[in-house]
């Protein structure tokens, strides 16, 4: 069996052994959100097999999951890139050169808010604020921030990522 498969039937047993749990409280279908956030803990984005296998297992109507889902900003419902990159657009970073960090990374993973490279190495995702101000204007990535940014910074930043991924 393909590692790809193997790995994939292990998240679903996961998902199924969370729901299981929940499945016999009374209200079960409101644990819905706690089940998308496994869903998008498990796989880093709600999966469409995934989200067949809540509705089926739930016993809740696939347009009412989906509607949840889209109506959250939290959940992602494309894969992601290996590496999610969000850039802080608060008002700190903002004062601070974010527009311009941000035009790198456009031109540098030729890709915009909300796209992945071709590679499939980054996605890009917008933040409002991550929270580290006095190190304006900064970017997170995989939950690393880097902070003082510069044009010049955000491409070594990305090269050494890139470096990473083609010795693994």
Request: proline share 3%; hydrophobic share 40%; glycine share 10%.
């Amino acid at each position: 069996m393909p590692g790809s498969v193997k790995a994939q039937d292990s998240k679903l047993s996961e998902l199924n052994r969370f729901m299981s749990a929940l499945k016999g409280l009374s209200r079960s279908e409101s644990n819905l959100i706690a089940i998308l956030h496994k869903v998008q803990e498990l796989y880093g984005y709600l999966d469409r097999e995934a989200m067949d296998e809540v509705a089926a297992t739930m016993n809740i109507p696939t347009a009412h999951i989906w509607g949840v889902a889209t109506f959250y900003h939290y959940f992602k419902l494309k894969k992601p890139g290996k590496h999610v990159i969000a850039i802080c657009l608060g008002t700190a970073c903002y004062i601070k050169g974010a527009g311009e960090i941000l035009e790198k990374l456009k031109e540098e993973l030729k890709t915009d808010i909300g796209g992945m490279t071709s590679d499939g190495l980054f996605s890009l995702e917008e933040a409002r604020c991550l929270g580290a101000c006095g190190l304006a204007p900064v970017m997170m990535i995989d939950g690393k921030i880097y902070g003082s940014l510069t044009p010049k910074k955000v491409s070594e930043i990305l090269q050494g990522y890139r470096k990473r991924s083609s010795g693994e």
